[in-house]
């Protein structure tokens, strides 16, 4: 039997992290976030939105167990000037001295030089330990994979997205040289794979559990990224982490449903004067771009 509550390494990073990661974007509270680490959780992401209950939630993680705790800060910054500033923010915030890993947010090509040398600049400095990229252009990660300097990337993928199969995974570990860990996001499709109205009639419901666990089940995916807005939230994703891997006939199924989601979502958003429908599809695209793409 998978003990998905064992930490694993997190690719070219050499860091240690649990399956199940934590952002900071969608409101949990600070007393739940102890909670998810007293239990084991270590990978914590200040994403886009910087809470700062959660923040203190770190600086707490960190306080107690600073060397196994994985602090992961995220920027947007496209100008070289701007990514020493944003992470240095965060680490006074957080009254660090150091993240773990420094994101660098939604390259859907290769950023430009002068912003991988400053990111580089801020590793050699002990800013940070390791470089990890996030993007939605699933044909570029090929070059991020085989490009050494990444030690972690950061993929939208779940029941209803499945492009990752055919246009990512297959690079992971391609060649022989070690591969970049590999984090998974959206792993609800924003909600999408939980609810009843664009679930195909006659398919039983998924568990938020379900959804992380579809994810996890892929042998490539090192850590799925939750955005719990809730204690609730949290406790069934943490329940993915007890429930383990899917079986055959469950993998089955949640294509099923994330085939018929992806589908009905389509076509109510074709559908004219569903203004309802292309509003969630405008909101969801937001999120990817503004808001918080690297959680689900």
């Not at 992470?87 to 991988?116: K, S, T």
Request: with cysteine.
């Amino acid at each position: 039997m998978v003990d998905w509550w064992q930490r694993r390494p997190l690719g070219r990073t050499g860091l240690m992290v649990s399956r199940l990661g934590l952002g900071s974007s969608y409101g949990v509270r600070g007393v739940d976030v102890d909670r998810a680490v007293e239990r084991g959780v270590n990978y914590l992401y200040w994403g886009s939105r910087r809470d700062g209950d959660f923040g203190r939630a770190i600086t707490r993680a960190c306080r107690r167990d600073r060397a196994g705790t994985v602090v992961v800060v995220q920027s947007y910054a496209r100008a070289a000037i701007a990514l020493r500033p944003s992470l240095e923010l965060a680490l006074r915030r957080l009254r660090l001295d150091h993240a773990d890993v420094l994101l660098l947010g939604w390259w859907n090509a290769p950023p430009p030089e002068r912003i991988v040398d400053a990111a580089l600049e801020l590793r050699e400095a002990g800013k940070c330990r390791a470089l990890m990229v996030s993007c939605h252009h699933r044909p570029t990660f090929a070059t991020f994979i085989a490009d050494p300097v990444w030690g972690a990337i950061m993929v939208r993928y779940n029941a209803a997205h499945r492009g990752a199969e055919g246009e990512v995974f297959p690079h992971v570990g391609a060649g022989g040289a070690p591969p970049p860990g590999v984090v998974a996001y959206t792993a609800t499709r924003w909600g999408g794979l939980l609810d009843p109205r664009l679930v195909p009639a006659g398919e039983r419901l998924p568990r938020g559990s379900d959804c992380y666990r579809f994810a996890l089940t892929r042998s490539e995916v090192d850590v799925v990224l939750a955005g719990p807005r809730d204690g609730e939230e949290l406790d069934e994703a943490l329940a993915a982490l007890d429930r383990g891997p899917l079986s055959d006939d469950e993998l089955a199924w949640m294509r099923r449903v994330g085939d018929g989601v992806k589908q009905i979502s389509a076509g109510q958003a074709v559908r004219s004067g569903n203004a309802g429908a292309l509003w969630d599809r405008v909101v969801g695209r937001a999120r990817q771009v503004l808001g918080r793409p690297g959680e689900d």
